[in-house]
């Protein structure tokens, strides 16, 4: 097969129609991300700590942290973003500390999710709502 201008231009066009089509998106929504990392064991409360700040002055700085004593894996979500997955922590058996803390950006004001998949396969789940100013206004 010979690849000339023309075929080359209508593969490309065709490629982005593609990925423009809705419904074909690779963001996965909240109940995705939950089921794919608690494998359908319902969460619970309690054993989970999760440290944000109420307010927010920027939002693409946010200062999060997640305690868990005993879990084997900690997931973020962040449910306002396009993209909800922020980020997974896992901890081997030599981990000292089952803590994570680091900065995400935030698209507006919503809730940040914390879920820890426990040693003994439970699950728990935490969630805090940031308030995402624009320039500090307070609004």
Do not use: H, W, Y
């Amino acid at each position: 097969m010979t690849l000339n201008r023309r075929k080359a231009l209508s593969l490309g066009l065709g490629g982005i129609a593609f990925a423009s089509i809705p419904g074909l998106s690779a963001a996965a929504t909240i109940e995705e991300l939950t089921n794919a990392f608690t494998g359908g064991v319902a969460p619970g409360t309690g054993g989970i700590t999760l440290t944000t700040p109420e307010i927010a002055e920027n939002g693409n700085t946010v200062p999060v942290s997640v305690d868990a004593p005993g879990a084997v894996a900690i997931m973020l979500l962040a449910s306002g973003n396009p993209e909800p997955a922020v980020a997974t922590f896992t901890f081997g058996p030599a981990a000292g500390r089952q803590f994570a803390a680091t900065r995400i950006r935030l698209a507006k004001t919503q809730d940040v999710i914390a879920m820890a998949k426990m040693a003994d396969g439970s699950v728990v789940q935490t969630q805090a709502t940031v308030k995402v100013t624009i320039g500090g206004c307070g609004g």
